[in-house]
């Protein structure tokens, strides 16, 4: 049996300033700074505003962040105020980035969402409004999206979504979102019409205007 991967998280990726420094140059950004991160590890630049994502290959394999990108970059063309992935000067969306600590990472760059971070708890009646017709508008725009094949992601009915709810100790909360899956796959307008956003939590999108990352993993202002 082959030795399970080791998954490297932000808290285990180093990057030094040689990195910091070769990774502005590559985005065409005079200084980044690390700002945080959990999944990624997430940089930023202040003229202009612009968030760096840095993920090790071990948590996402290179077509999927372009995957990802390519997604977000469809829903910022088709008027859904999300944060706009930006080229590197090379003309690439998502680049390959070698650590001086030998680590290999996927690397894109994005413009940063204003606003500030707010608790879920101060939300008023109008921002979850708000935070709905957002997600409406991404669902339906995402409704056009037709990637390539080599950028096409699983479909939320894919059974690759099922292995964190299935990890769970509580059984009953395991058949209450199984039997929730099913009745949304029946439904009569059919899966693909239904608005399905398994990680919509307020932290998804918590910022208060302008826009909202896209893709997983904690950060700030742009997406982690």
Known sequence: MAEPVELIRA???????????????????????????????????????????????SRRRLEAIEAEVAFMDHLASNGVPVVRPIASIDGHLVETHATEAGDTTSVY?????????RE???????????????LGRAHVAASTFEPDDQLRRPAWTDPFFDSGIEAL???????????????AIDHPVGGDGLLIHQDAHMRSEERRVGGVGWGGGGGGGGGG
């Open 11 to 57: 808290d285990r990726l180093w990057l030094d300033e040689a990195d910091l420094e070769r990774l502005a140059a590559r985005f065409g950004l005079d200084r980044l700074e690390r700002l945080g991160g959990f999944e990624n590890v997430i940089l930023a630049s202040v003229d202009p505003p612009r968030i760096v994502r840095v993920t090790h290959t």
């Open 109 to 117: 760059c994005m413009t940063k969402a204003p606003g500030t971070t």
């Open 169 to 183: 100790d509580d059984r009953e909360v395991v058949e209450v979102f199984q039997e929730a899956r099913i009745r």
């Open 120 to 134: 879920p708890a101060g939300w008023s009646d109008r921002d979850i409004i708000t935070y709905g017709d957002l």
